[in-house]
Nanobody, 115 residues
Framework: QVQLVESGGGLVQAGGSLRLSCAASGDTICISAMGWYRQAPGKERELVAA???????YYADSVKGRFTISRDNAKNTVYLQMNSLKPEDTAVYYCNADCGSWGYWGQGTQVTVSS
């Protein structure tokens, strides 16, 4: 079992920045890739960014150049630095960890960007 706890969400004006954190605990040795998803009201959950244990990254086109994912393997923590935020970035952001054939989710953290 892996537990994920997100933090760092909040309300910010357009153009501002936020940094999300996701701390993993439990059987973390099995974790390979970690990522951030988001779900806006009335929309499907979408992958925003992901990072492998080796540091390879993926970004959705909508956040390229604005968001940066990073990972501290020693602390079992993944971060999402979000700059130049737009109102369309408003969503609940979820942390995800791949662990063998299992995927684990955090409880989500709300990000609201006002125009």
């Amino acid at each position: 079992q892996v537990q994920l706890v997100e933090s760092g969400g909040g309300l910010v004006q357009a153009g501002g920045s936020l940094r999300l954190s996701c701390a993993a605990s439990g059987d973390t040795i099995c974790i390979s890739a970690m990522g951030w998803y988001r779900q806006a009201p009335g929309k499907e959950r979408e992958l925003v960014a992901a990072i492998t244990s080796g540091g390879s990254t993926y970004y959705a086109d909508s956040v390229k150049g604005r968001f940066t994912i990073s990972r501290d393997n020693a602390k079992n923590t993944v971060y999402l630095q979000m700059n130049s935020l737009k109102p369309e970035d408003t969503a609940v952001y979820y942390c995800n960890a791949d662990c063998g054939s299992w995927g684990y989710w955090g409880q989500g953290t709300q990000v609201t960007v006002s125009s």
